[in-house]
C-alpha cells in the first residue's frame, strides 16, 4: 500500500524544519568517525589505561588494534526489578562479543530510579532531571573513545530515553539496545485498581494494600502494565534498536540470554571495521522518529513520549513538535489494548502477537516507514519477525537464536486488533489549545462521556493541598482540578499519578471532574480526563497562573480546545499567581539539580537542559524555522 498522506506530509514538514540542524549534527558525526578502531587515536599511555585490568587474551585484541571494542553501558541495580537482571548481562555479552573475535568492556554504569518509587514523594522532582543526568553518564563512559560500538543496557522511564540521547551525542558508533523483559504476570490490573481505590476511599488499611501490590509487582522484570517503560521498549522495536521481538520475553529464561548473546553479536557485525558499519545518528533519522510517534499512538503509549521524543529527536538534529503528534493521531488507529487503556497486560500483548505483528501491520497499511536503517540493515520490514531458540539449550550454556514471521492473525482479537478493524480510529493522543496554552491529553483509556468537561476551577499549589481538600470532603462536585507550579522549571515537572485514584473515586460517584496541570501524568494514567504538560508552565510566565478558583473551565479533548471561559476584560486585568516554592527547592538532593531547572526548556521542547547542534551562518540560511 502507497504511503499514508499525512504521514509524508509531516515526514517531509519535519526533515523542512531540520534541514539545518540536522546537517550539522551530521557532519559532526562523520567528523568523529575514525576508520579502523576508535582507539588507534589513543596515545600508547592512553590505551594502556584503558586495558590494564583486561583478560590477557582480550587485551591481546586491543593492542592489535584490530578487533572492535564494545562499550557496555548499563543502567543496572537491584532495586529496580526491570533492572536487576542486567547483574548477568555483562558476563553473556563478554563471552558473545569473543566468539566472534571481538572484545566488550563494561565502560559505565549510569543512574537508574524508580518512579514507582518516587511517586508522589520529594524524589520525583528529580526524576524529569534524571534522564538528562543519564545521557550525561552516557557521555562520561563513551568519552574515553575506546569503544568502535556500544550495547546500551535499560528499560524505564526516563532511562531508555537518556541513554538513546547519550548514544545519539556519539552517533558516529553502532548502537544496540539490550532489554530485561517483562515480569511474569501478577495480580490482575483491574483487582490492583479497585484497592487502590479503596484504600483511597478509607475502606481497607495500609496493609491489605501493601499485601495486593506485592501480589503486583512481585518479581524480576519490568512492571507489566503499558507505561513510559514499556513504551519505550516498543518505541525502541520501532526504531529498528533493538533485535527483533526482543522487547517482552521475560528475564532469566534461556530466550533472554540467547537474545543478550546475539544483541553482542550484531553490534560486533555493524561497526567501521566490517562491511555493515551502521552509526546510530545516521540510523535515527526523520523517518526513525516518525515510525516511533506512529508505534506510540497505534498502542496507546505514554504521554512521556511527548517531552521524551521531542529530546531524542532535538539530540539528532531534529525538530518535531506536539503539532507532529497531532497530526500523526488523526491517522493512526489504535490497535491495542494494553492496560491502562484495556484489562490486559504485555505478556499477553505479546502472546497474542506482539511487537511484530504491530509493525507488520503499520507497514502494510502505509502508517511506517519502511525505508529506513536499522541494527539489521536497510528495512524495517525486518523487524515484523519473533525470536524463538535454535533446539535445546544445555545447562550452564547460552543458546542461539533465531526468527520466524510473526503471527499473521491476532492470538486474542481484544488485545491485539488490525489496521481494518482498530479498537479506535485515531491514536487517542491529543494536542489542546486555547487562552491557558498549549498541552496533550491522553484519551484512549477515556470514555466519551467523560470526554468534555466544563466545570469551575479549584486551583492548587501542590499535590498534597489536592490530597488534603479531597479527604476532608471538600471536592465531592463537578469540578476541575487546576494544578499549578509543577512544570520543569518551578519543581523539576513530577509526575502526579498519585492523583488518579482519587479523581477516579469522584468520576465512578458520578461527578464530572478533570485535572489540568503543566505537570505531568504517569503513563499509567487512564480514565479521568486530564490537560498536562500546559506549556508554557506558571513560572515561565504561562497563562495558566491567571486561573482562579471558580473560573469555568472548558475542556474538550475531541475538539482539541482548553480555556478560562473568562470574560476577556477580566483576564488581560488578572496578574499571575505566585507560590512558594522554597520547599521545593531543597531536600531529598533537590538542591543538586538548581542548574537543571534553571536551564530547562519548556515541555513542548523536550523538558530538556541541552540544545539543537549549534549552526553555522551557512546552515543559518536554509533554515525554514
Not at 501493601?210 to 518505541?235: D, I, P, R, V, W
Amino acid at each position: 500500500m502507497p504511503l499514508n498522506a499525512t504521514l509524508a506530509s509531516v515526514t517531509r514538514r519535519i526533515a523542512e524544519r531540520s534541514r539545518p540542524y540536522r546537517t550539522a549534527y551530521l557532519e559532526r558525526l562523520e567528523a568523529a568517525r575514525r576508520k579502523g578502531v576508535q582507539r588507534g587515536a589513543l596515545a600508547c599511555t592512553n590505551l594502556a589505561h584503558g586495558f590494564a585490568a583486561f583478560p590477557a587474551n582480550d587485551k591481546l585484541k586491543l593492542k592489535e588494534d584490530k578487533a572492535p571494542s564494545l562499550a557496555i553501558v548499563s543502567a543496572y541495580n537491584d532495586m529496580l526489578s526491570a533492572h536487576q537482571p542486567f547483574e548477568r548481562f555483562p558476563q553473556i555479552l563478554k563471552a558473545a562479543a569473543r566468539e566472534v573475535g571481538a572484545v566488550a568492556q563494561f565502560a559505565g554504569g549510569t543512574p537508574a530510579m524508580c518512579d514507582g518509587v518516587t511517586q508522589g514523594q520529594a524524589g520525583m522532582e528529580m526524576s524529569l532531571f534524571s534522564r538528562d543526568a543519564i545521557a550525561m553518564a552516557t557521555a562520561i563512559a563513551l568519552s574515553h573513545n575506546m569503544f568502535d560500538a556500544a550495547l546500551y543496557l535499560g528499560v524505564c522511564d526516563k532511562i531508555v530515553p537518556g541513554l538513546l540521547i547519550g548514544a545519539l551525542h556519539f552517533g558516529h558508533l553502532p548502537a544496540v539496545f539490550v532489554p530485561a523483559g517483562p515480569m511474569t504476570s501478577g495480580m490482575s490490573n483491574n483487582d490492583k485498581v479497585k484497592i487502590r481505590q479503596l484504600y483511597t476511599a478509607g475502606k481497607i488499611g495500609r496493609a491489605e494494600l501493601l499485601e495486593a501490590e506485592s501480589k503486583s509487582y512481585h518479581g524480576a522484570g519490568t512492571c507489566t502494565f503499558y507505561g513510559t517503560a514499556n513504551s519505550n521498549q516498543m518505541l525502541m522495536e520501532a526504531m529498528g534498536l533493538h533485535l527483533p521481538g526482543a522487547a517482552f520475553i521475560t528475564p532469566n529464561t534461556p530466550l533472554r540470554d540467547a537474545l543478550t548473546a546475539a544483541a553482542a553479536q550484531q553490534a560486533a557485525r555493524i561497526t567501521d571495521q566490517g562491511a555493515q558499519y551502521t552509526p546510530v545518528g545516521r540510523m535515527i533519522d526523520e523517518k526513525a522518529i516518525v515510525n516511533a510517534i506512529v508505534a506510540l499512538h497505534a498502542t496507546g503509549g505514554s504521554t512521556n513520549h511527548t517531552l521524551h521524543l521531542v529530546a531524542i529527536a532535538k539530540a539528532a538534529g531534529i525538530v518535531i513538535d506536539w503539532d507532529d503528534f497531532d497530526k500523526l493521531s488523526e491517522v493512526v488507529p489504535l490497535i491495542t489494548r494494553i492496560y491502562p487503556n484495556g484489562s490486559a497486560d504485555v505478556n499477553h500483548f505479546h502472546a497474542a502477537g506482539g511487537t511484530g505483528f504491530v509493525l507488520r501491520e503499520l507497514i502494510d497499511a502505509g502508517l511506517m516507514h519502511d525505508d529506513v536503517t536499522t541494527i539489521l540493515g536497510q528495512g524495517l520490514r525486518a523487524h515484523t519477525q519473533e525470536p524463538m531458540l535454535a533446539g535445546e539449550v544445555a545447562e550452564g550454556s547460552v543458546g542461539k537464536v533465531v526468527w520466524r514471521d510473526a503471527p499473521t492473525k491476532s492470538a486474542d482479537e481484544a488485545v491485539v486488533g488490525t489496521v481494518a478493524k482498530p479498537f479506535a480510529p485515531d491514536g487517542g493522543l491529543k494536542l489542546l489549545k486555547g487562552n491557558l496554552g498549549r498541552s496533550v491529553s491522553k484519551i484512549s483509556a477515556v470514555k466519551h462521556e467523560h470526554r468534555r468537561v466544563e466545570a469551575p476551577a479549584v486551583v492548587f499549589h501542590s499535590q498534597e493541598a489536592f490530597m488534603a481538600a479531597f479527604k476532608a470532603g471538600e471536592l465531592d462536585r463537578d469540578f476541575v482540578a487546576v494544578l499549578t507550579f509543577q512544570g520543569p522549571r518551578a519543581n523539576g515537572m513530577p509526575e502526579l499519578h498519585s492523583l488518579t485514584p482519587a479523581l477516579g473515586i469522584l468520576q465512578d460517584k458520578g461527578r464530572h471532574v478533570a485535572l489540568v496541570t503543566d505537570g505531568r501524568m504517569s503513563g499509567a494514567s487512564g480514565k479521568v480526563p486530564s490537560a498536562i504538560h500546559v506549556t508554557p508552565e506558571v513560572l515561565g510566565g504561562g497563562p495558566l497562573g491567571l486561573v482562579r478558583t471558580g473560573d469555568i473551565i472548558r475542556l474538550d479533548t475531541e475538539a482539541g480546545v482548553l480555556e478560562a471561559l473568562v470574560p476577556a476584560d477580566e483576564w488581560e486585568r488578572r496578574t499571575l499567581d505566585t507560590a512558594d516554592l522554597f520547599g521545593n527547592q531543597h531536600g531529598m538532593g533537590r538542591e543538586l539539580f538548581s542548574m537543571f531547572r534553571n536551564a530547562v526548556g519548556t515541555a513542548e521542547e523536550g523538558g530538556a537542559t541541552f540544545g539543537l547542534p549549534p549552526i553555522n551562518d551557512k546552515q543559518k540560511e536554509s533554515t525554514t524555522v
